[in-house]
């Protein structure tokens, strides 16, 4: 006979070991979970798989030597890093970029941009169970990657720019492709939101699920797309503006929480189709007023810029990415460091994971576009 | 049947007297191969392949197109290579229940196939509680899903388990209140006896006799895509949350006829909806031979139920999957009191019209029509919108 002050069936926590091998978790990444059934008490991030020590590196390699690795911190949008370290050393050097070149970094990085975002929104369609439109965003980003292919000749580790300016122009009839791309890609965002992010299994999957407040998404260090979905207007182009930015009209999307709660996995993953939009008006601004003359800076190849530090940050897809660089006057940096958007959000998922469901914490991730290469570096 | 063997025993065929419960068994043992690997399989197979075209296409990707014609060799090949594979059991696992699981599911998929209405001649059996039978024989699935998902003993495998258990016993209920409108208006549980019931104008058949057939032919077709783990309720094999499920620690030939087991029920739920609402294998009166007539019947019945399996793909290549209790809300909040409406207005129905009334059905053919022409519409206007510069030329 069962006390009657015990529970007649005794019940107990289930610890759950959610990857590194796991087809959700983009990459290697671990969670330990404490579950409940199907309910989560907690899920702890557990990072550090993807190290590489890429920073190091760059101790060793030279301030030019770098600039290939720096296309492995974050792989899904190479020419952010590219240009972060590139900002860096000429902030260091005190080199000015050409104008022109600095038109040919917004073009590469804004359409890197749409192919990281096209990815991620891909990526979350995916991860709640729809392969379609994970294989139609493929398709358009394919299309991207084919101009990057024909700008630098890579189509994932682009290695396209370098200290003072880009490597290449943009080649001959470019100009026009880019722009048939772009009127390509308005209806294309209309259909993916009807066949995807409308559909309402999708919604009701979304909305609501992990909401973060402005306050909280401030607190926890979140950047970018993931902060600006919380209804934080910041965005490090319009606000600090870099490169050739200041030249552009556009907006910066906010969430609003129109299908749920403000700053919840809806907002965050509409924030990317917006995003693309703004992007898509960026690029056709910068394509129809670009400037002639020289896209790269002279700089001697044994660069040695004067003892000192220094900090740049560039909006990339994944939020504002630091890049804190610390030169004593030799040929070679003497400690680099990148502050990334994933490692900022990875810290929010142990408070946020309390009380969802296991098939929610693959929607939070998803959300919060995090990668692992740019977790780790 | 059971006539045709009692005649050839009566004959002498098996000797003077022959112990007649082992003609039975061997007949049945004999038809039994015959279903599994002459029907049953290939089905599954072909769907298989048919399957991975079509979302292949849905997806703008290309699918298996190098064995046989358009790779319709292929199951042939994936079936090979899984035999030919190295049955893993891990050592933690529970191996005699982990071995069972696989053939308890085969089990729920080829037994229903012995009452399966192909034509008014080609029933195995047409058993006096055929629909009885045929539901209690699939939701045997559950069993094997619910053995593999525990004998694994991997987290992942048992939260699939325990999921496709709550998930198939949860729809059994509105998929089997839903079959009851057909059986009150026709009073028999014969599958045979219900197809005979309706005739081949679809006006005549069982999902325009009444609004509330056609909402419960409707509930019945989701809840069989939640019974036969379908998107947007495949949540025990969901690939991005749980690895594979139920079916994460197996391999080789037992994790194929999972989805052997997988691929044929969407035949079964498919001619569960085609005999009890689309009026099975009716056909128009074009001979008087019984041949022809029969091979007519065949197409017919086959069409309908080919019909449903691709919707049911259709389905998969568009949707979402649900969370589980948005899965288990719609099933107890709107599919349960939905079923209920039906089969008591359906009673209410046949209170007052006992022979059916003659303009309902013309009455809810049209509004069929018209739903099916606006959702045609609708797709036209995606496919062409979808018919872009930039595909038709990439190099521009």
Known sequence: MSDATEPALRTEEMTLNMGPQHPSTHGVLRFVIRADGEVMREAVPDVGYLHRSIEKIAEKVGYHGFMPYTDRVDYVCAMFTNQGWGMACEKLGGIEVPRRGEYCRVIS??????????????????????????????????????????LCGARLTFNYMRIGGVAWDLPPGWREKALAYLDHLDPILAEYNALFSYNKICIQRLANVAPISAEEAINYNLVGPNLRACGVKWDVRKDMPYSAYSDFEFDVPIGHGEWGTLGDSMDRYMMRIYEMKESAK???????????GPVLAKVVRNFRPPAGECQVRVESARGDQGWYVVSDGSGYPWRVHVRTGSFAAMGIIQKLSRGLMIADLVVLIASLDVIAPEIDR | MQNWIDSLIAAGEFGKHPPRDLVYAAFILVLSAVVFLGVAFPFAGIVSWVERRVWARIQSRVGPNRVGPNGSLQWLADGAKHVLKEDIIPDEADARLFKLAPYVVVLGFVLPWAVMPFSSALILADLNVGILYFTAITALTVVGVLMAGWASDNKWSLIGGIRSAAQIISYEIPAGMSIFPVVLITGTLSMQGI???????????????NPFCFVAAIVLYISALAEGNRTP????????????????????????????????????????????????????????????????????????????????????????????????????????????????????????????????????????????????????????????????????
């Not at chain 2, 005979?196 to 006799?209: D, K, M, V």
């Open chain 2, 233 to 396: 309720f495949d949540l025990p094999e969901a690939e991005s949350e749980l690895v594979a499920g139920f079916a994460t620690e197996y391999s080789g030939m037992r994790y194929l006829l999972f989805f052997f087991a997988e691929w044929g029920n969407m035949f079964i739920a498919g001619a569960l909806i085609t005999t009890l609402y689309l009026g099975g294998w009716q056909a128009p009166q074009l001979s008087s031979s019984a041949v022809v007539m029969n091979v007519l019947q065949l197409l017919s019945f086959n069409v309908k139920v080919l019909f449903l399996v691709f919707t049911s793909m259709w389905v998969r290549g568009t949707l979402p999957r649900v969370r589980i209790d948005q899965m288990m809300s719609l099933c107890w909040k709107f599919f349960v009191p939905i079923a209920f409406i039906n089969m008591i207005g359906t009673a209410v129905w046949v209170a007052i019209w006992p022979d059916g009334n003659p303009v309902a059905g013309y009455v809810m053919f049209a509004l069929g029509v018209a739903i099916a022409v606006l959702f045609i519409q609708r797709v036209m206007y995606y496919l062409k919108r979808s018919r872009m510069e930039m595909y038709l030329h990439p190099t521009i």
């Open chain 1, 282 to 292: 960026i690029l056709r601004q910068a394509l129809t007023r670009m400037p002639d």
């Open chain 1, 109 to 150: 990085t804004e359409f890197n941009r749409i192919a990281s975002h096209l990815l991620t929104v891909g990526l979350m369609g995916m991860d709640i169970g729809a392969m379609t439109p994970f294989l139609h965003a493929l398709r358009e980003r394919e299309m991207i990657n084919d101009l990057i292919e024909e």
């Open chain 2, 195 to 209: 197809i005979r019931a309706q005739e081949w104008e679809p006006y005549h058949w069982f999902l325009f006799s």
